[in-house]
């Protein structure tokens, strides 16, 4: 699987999930830190990315777009990046039971 992790996400997390044996990249490595919303959408549909952001937009994007891009919704507060580490490990399990399924958005932290 491919992940493409949104600005308000550290780079580490992209780290973090080639940990898990997954291909992933930081919006910072493909585009522009500041790249609008559009222009990370048209990537992660290009490049067959699941976003994994904190913004809501790319939430109700996936809902109502076509063609719909998959999302991972990280709805945990700002933290240090070993506790969301630590948050991302605890909720993994449950993470790629939704991410085999196909469904589209995938909450983490609510």
Do not use: C
Not at 32 to 55: C, E, H, S
């Amino acid at each position: 699987m491919k992940f493409l992790v949104d600005a308000q996400l550290p780079p580490s997390l992209a780290q973090w999930l080639r940990g898990k044996g997954h291909e992933a990249d930081h919006v910072i490595s493909v585009a522009a830190l500041d790249a609008p919303d559009a222009v990370i959408w048209d990537l992660a549909i290009q490049n067959d990315y699941v976003i994994v952001t904190k913004d809501r937009d790319f939430v109700e994007w996936a809902r109502s777009r076509r063609p719909r891009a998959r999302i991972v919704w990280v709805r945990l507060g700002n933290m240090r990046r070993e506790v969301l580490e630590a948050r991302m490990d605890q909720a993994w399990p449950e993470l790629e039971r939704a991410l085999a399924s196909l469904v589209s958005v995938i909450e983490v932290g609510r």
